[in-house]
């Protein structure tokens, strides 16, 4: 952990017609510290993600990364600094094979060589396999992606950003979609890549038992703003969190 | 596609204008055609369809012409070159605009820029000729003037090596890095630009390929005949190369010829026999094509070829198409 700030947000709004996704948001992203972003549906989280990787402009505000204001640059530039996603909805490519799908990211990433190269033999191609085995994927390798079931496919789609060699990567809500009893499995083989990639990321979650486990930090949206934000022992334990954001309950 | 299915295809190809009689100008026509096919294809992989490429075919055809007339003859390879060349350029100057636009947006742009040159062709009579077009010198090969009968059989398997090495390449571009992000634009392009890659300009790229490989056509096309005229940009003509990309198999690159093969063999045979009704029975072919055999002829090939090895085909048709 380290108080070396990453990404700083300032005064970030942004509204669709009457609804205000982000009412002036200002927040600083840690290296080191990965953060979890909990909130209601409809809060704002993904629209944050959206504007902190460049695909939406915000109206207002700016987004400092790496000494420059970032803001609605596009997803392709801050892809190449350092900047990488995966999606709520896994965004894959349908016809492919998920070792293809891991082997365009690596292309992207290193440039195109000589032009009729076959994509399983370009250079990087062993990074592919050292991805997958990293995720416990291996496995998969070879089934097309429109196969496999949605938990799998985020995992993939995590590993097609990893290998664009981030450091920063924004995950939104990489659990949701897999059966409850193998979240802490997924999370773990998550959690340890980004600790092996050296990777600082920012998760949007819904389950409590993986805010707690595995966020160095949370911060809690509602309507567009960031209300709370702490260690998850205090956050989780907030009887206005609780309230407001948890419905009630634990 | 299996190599040995592949070589074999070509031999028979190479032998068949000595065993069927007179074909071989009907086989360098489908061959020529099936170059142009082959970049309509190209652009399939990406989803996109265009309506207008006869127009990259027309300007090579007319840059050949035009070689011929200003420079007494011309040269085989040389006005093939300049052909592709040209098709090539003007590729990158329509792409720069079309790349921008999807579907029936995309299809329809490149239709009427096509229509637009194809208007130039006829009004700018004193340069084209206007609808009666140009005549085709015959040009000579690596400087040996040729008798039609001898520049005949030359052009035929000039033709037939250009297929050969375009599929090769072809199949080569499509597999690379470069080919299978111009495949992910059918997929997911927020995924592309999230690599970083912009789809556009693998588009673009992908649209140069494409629209070379339909002036390579039009070149060859344009001696063969020894005319060019505007309808060689006519929207019909365009119409045909999808027509025909469909009935062959957009899913890979042997699909172009195999389907210009068929497609030139049933139009020449049929309007013998049955004059008017050649039309009716393509579009009958085609019909039974899109309905039977979604992957094209050339997948009901592949697909008859592996049931003689195997019981059933395993494969899905998704993991099949271009996995030659
Ligand atoms: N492109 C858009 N056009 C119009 N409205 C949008 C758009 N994107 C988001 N919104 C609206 O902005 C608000 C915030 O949406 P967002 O997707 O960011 O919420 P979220 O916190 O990610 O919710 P969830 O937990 O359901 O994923 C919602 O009311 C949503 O309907
Ligand atoms: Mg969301």
Not at chain 1, 100 to 113: F, Q
Not at chain 2, 118 to 128: N, Q, V
Not at chain 2, 160 to 185: D, T
Request: proline share 4%.
């Amino acid at each position: 952990m380290t108080d070396q700030v990453m990404m700083d947000v300032q005064g970030l709004e942004i509204r669709f017609g009457g609804v205000v996704a982000a009412a002036g948001i200002n927040f600083q992203i840690y290296e080191g510290r990965n953060l979890a972003i909990i909130g209601p549906n409809g809060a704002g989280k993904t629209t944050f993600l959206n504007m902190c990787t460049g695909y939406l402009k915000p109206h207002a505000g700016k987004i400092i990364y790496e000494g420059e204001d970032v803001a609605g640059i596009g997803p392709r530039k801050l892809v190449k600094k350092g900047v990488a996603r995966a999606f709520q909805i896994p965004q894959l490519f349908a016809e492919h094979s998920v070792r293809e799908n891991i082997l365009m990211a690596v292309a992207a990433a290193s440039g195109y060589e000589a032009p009729l190269t076959r994509l399983e033999d370009i250079s990087g191609a062993s990074e592919a396999d050292r991805i997958l085995e990293m995720l416990k994927c291996s496995n998969l390798a070879e089934r097309p992606v429109q196969e496999l079931p949605e938990g799998q496919r985020k995992l993939i789609d995590i590993g097609v950003a990893l290998a664009l060699k981030p450091r920063l990567l924004f995950l939104d809500e990489p659990t949701s979609g897999v059966a409850s009893t193998e979240k802490f499995a997924i999370l773990e083989i998550i959690a340890e890549a980004l600790e092996e990639e050296n990777v600082t990321s920012v998760f949007v979650e819904h389950d409590e038992g993986i805010v707690e486990r595995f966020a160095d930090e949370v911060a809690v949206w509602n309507r567009g703003e960031v209300l709370y934000r702490g260690t998850p022992q205090d956050i989780l334990t907030h009887p206005d969190v609780i309230r407001d954001v948890m419905g009630g309950h634990v | 596609m299996k190599p040995a299915l592949f070589l074999a295809g070509i031999l028979l190809c190479a032998i068949a204008p000595w065993i069927i009689p007179n074909s071989q100008v009907l086989l360098t026509i489908a061959l020529s055609k099936g170059l142009a096919v082959l970049g309509v294809i190209v652009l399939l992989q990406a989803g996109q369809v265009s309506f207008g490429h006869a127009l990259f075919y027309a300007i090579a055809a007319y840059g050949t012409a035009f070689l011929g007339k200003y420079f007494g003859g011309g040269e085989l390879f040389l006005a093939m070159a300049i052909g592709t060349i040209s098709a090539a350029l003007a590729g990158l100057l329509v792409g720069l605009f079309v790349v921008r636009y999807r579907h029936i947006f995309f299809g329809m742009l490149n239709l009427s820029v096509s229509m637009i040159f194809f208007s130039i062709l006829e009004k700018f009579y004193f340069i084209t000729g206007g609808s009666d077009g140009l005549r085709v010198e015959r040009p000579s090969v690596l400087g040996i003037a040729m008798e039609r009968g001898p520049f005949e059989v030359v052009l035929f398997y000039v033709a037939l090596v250009c297929a050969v090495l375009a599929m090769i390449l072809i199949h080569r571009f499509l597999s690379s890095p470069l080919g299978n992000h111009l495949r992910a634009i059918k997929s997911n392009e927020v995924r592309l630009e999230y690599l970083g890659v912009s789809p556009r300009l693998v588009l673009l790229k992908g649209y140069i390929v494409s629209a070379a490989l339909c002036g390579l056509g039009g070149s060859l096309m344009a001696v063969t005949l020894g005319v060019v005229t505007p309808e060689y940009a006519w929207w019909v003509r365009s119409g045909e190369f999808v027509f025909i990309a469909i009935l062959g198999g957009s899913g890979s690159v042997g699909g172009a010829f195999v389907g210009a093969l068929v497609y030139e063999g049933v139009r020449t045979y049929a309007s013998a026999f049955a004059a008017d009704v050649w039309q009716l029975i393509l579009g009958g072919v085609l019909l039974v094509v899109i309905l039977f055999a979604p992957k094209g002829l050339i997948g009901f090939i592949k697909q008859r070829k592996a049931s003689n090895l195997r019981p059933r085909s395993s494969k899905s048709a998704a993991g099949e198409a271009l996995s030659k």
